[in-house]
Nanobody, 115 residues
Framework: QVHLVQSGGGLVQAGGSLRLSCHASGINFRLYAMSWHRQGAGNQRELVATISSGGAANYTDSVKGRFTISRDNVRNTVGLQMNNLKADDTGVYYC?????????WGQGTLVTVSA
């Protein structure tokens, strides 16, 4: 059984920083690309950042230069460091892995950025 358990998030003022973490179990973590997605109120879920099994990172344009995705293949975790947060970054953030022919999601973590 694949499980993704998230931690972090919360309320922060604009310009502040938060860090999200996601622990994966039930997969050989180092073999899989991981990603973070978010969903703001009234919006569709969007891809924020991905990290390949080899550690190559990609970001959606709106977070480039502010967010950093990372992975720890010993602790089986993927992190998302979010700096210079903006009100538009508010939403529920989800970690994701595509494995065994389907997608698995974390439970979601609320990030609220006050203007």
């Amino acid at each position: 059984q694949v499980h993704l358990v998230q931690s972090g998030g919360g309320l922060v003022q604009a310009g502040g920083s938060l860090r999200l973490s996601c622990h994966a179990s039930g997969i050989n973590f180092r073999l899989y690309a991981m990603s973070w997605h978010r969903q703001g109120a009234g919006n569709q879920r969007e891809l924020v950042a991905t990290i390949s099994s080899g550690g190559a990172a990609n970001y959606t344009d709106s977070v480039k230069g502010r967010f950093t995705i990372s992975r720890d293949n010993v602790r089986n975790t993927v992190g998302l460091q979010m700096n210079n947060l903006k009100a538009d970054d508010t939403g529920v953030y989800y970690c994701n892995v595509r494995a065994r022919g389907r997608e698995f999601w974390g439970q979601g973590t609320l990030v609220t950025v006050s203007a």
